[in-house]
């Protein structure tokens, strides 16, 4: 059986994940990038940090 949980469930959703796997299922976690909703996340601004230094490469 396919079980999916979604993104940023935290140690209680890694430990049900962990379970599910011991019990023989297949186990995917969907992940959503908040990068365009929230424009001051360090993911955001690691991505435009390496666009300057490619611009100025």
Do not use: D
Request: hydrophobic fraction near 40%; aromatic fraction near 4%.
């Amino acid at each position: 059986m396919n079980i999916v949980f979604p993104g940023g469930t935290g140690l209680l959703g890694a430990a049900v994940a962990k379970h599910w796997t011991e019990a023989g299922h297949q186990v995917m976690v969907v992940v959503r990038h908040r990068t365009k909703k929230r424009p001051g996340t360090l993911r955001s601004r690691g991505v435009r940090e390496v666009g300057k230094n490619q611009a100025l490469a």
